[in-house]
């Protein structure tokens, strides 16, 4: 109710003509409905003032027994108590009451919106897509075929496992030609709201590999890897778990990834500039590294997009390197590990 698209109109009602008092989030309370996410709302009818504070109690998102919840609510014990201005629910876009409810959280919230643009209206160009319809059991091996079925179980952060062999001529052509035979990026399809890194993605830059529904597909229009790996740092950053934990929905789908916000980049930096500084970057990391401090780097972004105009392009460049960076470290870690179990 408070932040699905379908009930904004519910919102509205509530908002605009009612003094919302109290919002209690508990979650599952009842063994016979698990799946329930309980909320309990407590308003007068009549306008409300500016200066009127909604009080926000929530029961913990992570405990899973519903017994355990119904407990605390009865003891009224809360993981969160929080207070926001009603009118700050009012200005949101569709109206949507942030999981976040405190007022320096949406504050945050409102930094990372006024820089960014949603992911499908990116000026760098972004597709996004779902796998196949059906079940994965279904579908034939051939011995000569060379594409590979991505599973949720193989995605983690910066990692992508082989996949299971599958026939290309059972796949769907238009997602065969527009998608799977691209450098892309997967993110699995989170429909648990007690999971706490929302976003679970990373790059495949292979050109052979498909997916089921579970599995959501971003491919760059262009086919640019490093606009594919400059986005899949920001997807998996803690910048942005922050904002899709504050807009928390039980499914991750194609309509919530749309509306992501993607930091606006400038492109406007001499590409030699940018080749300079790029190398600059990354002795920068290797000396964060080699000191375990992270201040360099730091300064490096912050004095990059302090310029008139901001060299965004530069931190771009940068974000792209380091997701790269991160995705060798994790296949060496993989390939170590694989050794040691021989």
């Known amino acids: 109710m408070l932040r699905k698209d379908e009930l904004i109109y519910l919102r509205q009602f509530l908002l605009f003509t009612t003094k919302v008092a109290e919002l209690v989030e508990t979650g599952p309370l009842f063994k016979e409905v698990r799946d329930t996410w309980c909320l309990i709302l407590l308003v007068s009818k ?12 929530q029961i913990s998102r992570f405990i899973v027994s519903s017994e355990e919840r119904l407990e605390l609510f009865g003891q009224q014990i809360w993981s969160r108590d929080t207070f926001t201005l009603q009118r700050s629910w009012k200005t949101r876009q569709n109206l949507v009451v942030g999981y976040l409810a405190s007022q320096k959280e949406q504050a945050i919230i409102d930094v990372i919106e006024k820089c960014s643009t949603p992911l499908s209206m990116s000026d760098i160009g972004f597709d996004i897509s779902r796998g196949e319809e059906g079940s994965k059991f279904t579908f034939a091996i051939k011995s000569e075929d060379h594409f590979r079925m991505v599973l949720p179980e193989q995605i983690e952060r910066y990692w992508v496992d082989d996949g299971v062999p599958i026939s290309y001529e059972i796949l769907s052509p238009g997602k065969l030609q527009n998608y799977y035979k691209h450098p892309k990026i ?11 890194q929302r976003i679970v993605a990373s790059i495949d830059i292979r050109a052979n590999s498909g997916s089921m529904k579970t599995l959501q597909i971003i491919v760059s229009r262009n086919d640019d890897q490093q606009n594919l790996f400059f986005l899949s ?33 400038n492109f406007t930096t001499l590409p030699q500039e940018r080749i300079y500084y790029l190398e600059k970057a990354k002795n920068l990391y290797d000396y964060c590294l080699s000191k375990d401090d992270q201040a360099c780097v730091l300064g490096f972004v912050d004095h990059h997009l302090s310029k008139e105009p901001e060299e965004s392009d530069v931190v771009h460049d940068l974000l792209a390197f380091l997701a790269e960076e991160m995705i060798r470290l994790n296949k060496t870690l993989y390939c170590q590990v694989s050794r040691e179990q021989i």
């Open 46 to 57: 009549g306008q409300t003032i500016e200066a009127h504070e909604i009080r926000h109690k």
């Open 186 to 196: 997967w993110v699995i399809r989170i429909q648990k709201l007690r999971w706490s």
């Open 233 to 265: 740092a920001i997807l998996v950053s803690r910048v942005m778990n922050f904002y899709c934990t504050n807009f928390l929905v039980d499914d991750l789908n194609q309509s919530y990834l749309e509306r992501l916000p993607i930091r606006r980049i």
